[in-house]
T-cell receptor
Framework: EAQVTQNPRYLITVTGKKLTVTCSQN?????MSWYRQDPGLGLRQIYY???????DKGDVPEGYKVSRKEKRNFPLILESPSPNQTSLYFC???????????????FGNGTRLTVT | AQSVTQLDSHVSVSEGTPVLLRCNYS??????LFWYVQHPNKGLQLLLK??????LVKGINGFEAEFKKSETSFHLTKPSAHMSDAAEYFC????????????FGKGTMLLVSP
């Protein structure tokens, strides 16, 4: 089944403890992206990648890192999480390397992160 | 630069009545526009998209949207609401400016009562 898989679904951690949220897609998509969703703010893009080894900042990149060493994987890294990073995170992919201009995004089911 | 405004944070309808979710956009370039739906505890799913072809776009589950350039609008409609339509809906704009980013609206929660 074609899908975007995020892990874990739920994560509770403490301030300053490094964590990684994994994202993997099995559709051979070129474009991958991370979003955070907060009540009343919709989704905001954190980082995106148009291809392997190519990543770029979205609207809210501060406090996050990403890497794209393989086409299928796009992990999101929080080196020193803070409470303002408590949010619902979505990974998404698209077949078009230019991103979602012509092709829709396929979303994972989300990771709910709580930082205390 | 681009932006999108969803004019209602919540819309309540009765089952069997029409649905109208309003969206206005701005874009410096030729836009592509999308509507996505998010059911509770799920990721977003594409409902429909406009990419400079027909201005009236039909999507899944009986939804459709009309692109009106003169009004910079892309409102989502459905003739008859079903209980399963209750969800949050996001209007999204992207452009061919060379940037691979989407701009999401803040969402409209659709409530459907029996």
């Amino acid at each position: 089944e074609a899908q975007v898989t995020q892990n874990p679904r739920y994560l509770i951690t403490v301030t300053g403890k490094k964590l990684t949220v994994t994202c993997s897609q099995n559709m051979n998509h070129e474009y991958m992206s991370w979003y955070r969703q907060d009540p009343g703010l919709g989704l905001r893009q954190i980082y995106y990648s148009m291809n392997v080894e190519v990543t770029d900042k979205g609207d809210v990149p501060e406090g996050y890192k990403v890497s794209r060493k393989e086409k299928r994987n796009f992990p999101l890294i929080l080196e020193s999480p803070s409470p303002n990073q408590t949010s619902l995170y979505f990974c998404a992919s698209s077949p078009d390397s230019l991103g979602p201009y012509n092709s829709p995004l396929h979303f994972g089911n989300g990771t709910r992160l709580t930082v205390t | 630069a681009q932006s999108v405004t969803q004019l209602d944070s919540h819309v309540s309808v009765s089952e069997g009545t029409p649905v109208l979710l309003r969206c206005n956009y701005s874009s410096s370039y030729s836009p592509s526009l999308f509507w996505y739906v998010q059911h509770p505890n799920k990721g977003l799913q594409l409902l429909l998209k406009y990419t400079s072809a027909a201005t009236l776009v039909k999507g899944i589950n009986g939804f459709e949207a009309e692109f009106k350039k003169s009004e910079t609008s892309f409102h989502l409609t459905k003739p008859s609401a079903h209980m399963s339509d209750a969800a949050e809906y996001f209007c999204v704009v992207t452009s061919n400016s060379g940037y691979s980013t989407l701009t999401f609206g803040k969402g409209t929660m659709l409530l459907v009562s029996p």
